[in-house]
Structures are given as structure tokens and as C-alpha cells.
């Protein structure tokens, strides 16, 4: 399984930004669909969470101005972010946990820089 994430950038405070990941390669049906991010010195943070079905999960940083979907026929999340803050500065990462196989595959990177 490969993950392919797309549309980091700098982006001004109070801006928006959306993020891509597209998985490819054989997955099973039950699974989800994360996003992650690290900022330097800090560990990596699960941002959001979509369920196969369609159920969310968020970390309290980003609630209210994140939003997470998914397009099952694509195999893509999307990370949609409003609101951003210099604080949401971070290498952003997507990753596809497969129920099925009992693993969890990792995109690359994108980085997102939010200026003051």
C-alpha cells in the first residue's frame, strides 16, 4: 500500500489550506484514515480520524476548524483546514491503519507553514 499526500504550503493566520492523501495497492475494507502531524521538538500528534463508515475523531486543537472526509472510491482523505494558526505549523502526515491485516501504512509528509 502506497500513500501519496499532497497540498502543504505557507498560508497567512486566519487562511486555509487543503490536504490530499491518496492510497493505493490492496485494502481491505475495514479501515481508517488518519492525519498526523510533528512539529520540531515535539512528538507526533494524531490531528483527525475517519472511519471506513464515515466516523470522525479530532483532537481538541483542531475542532471547529479542521475537517476530515473521505472518498471511498478514490481511496483519498482530505484534510480541510480553516482557521489556521501559527501553532498548526508542522510536518502534516497521512496513514491508512488496515483493520483487515492489523497494519498501518505512512505517506510522506507535507509541510504546512503558518505565518503570524
Known amino acids: 500500500v502506497q500513500l501519496q499526500a499532497s497540498g502543504g504550503g505557507l498560508v497567512q493566520a486566519g487562511g486555509s489550506l487543503r490536504l490530499s492523501c491518496a492510497a493505493s495497492g490492496r485494502i481491505f475494507s475495514a479501515n481508517a484514515m488518519n492525519w498526523y502531524r510533528q512539529s520540531p521538538g515535539k512528538g507526533r500528534e494524531l490531528v483527525a480520524s475517519?472511519?471506513?463508515?464515515?466516523?470522525?475523531d479530532y483532537a481538541e486543537s483542531v475542532k471547529g476548524r479542521f475537517t476530515i472526509s473521505r472518498d471511498n472510491a478514490k481511496n483519498t482523505v482530505y484534510l480541510q483546514m480553516n482557521s489556521l494558526k501559527p501553532e498548526d505549523t508542522a510536518v502534516y502526515y497521512c496513514?491508512?491503519?488496515?483493520?483487515?491485516?492489523?497494519?498501518?501504512?505512512w505517506g510522506q509528509g507535507t509541510q504546512v507553514t503558518v505565518s503570524s
Open positions: 496513514s491508512l491503519t488496515d483493520y483487515g491485516f492489523g497494519l498501518d501504512y
Open positions: 475517519i472511519g471506513s463508515r464515515g466516523t470522525t
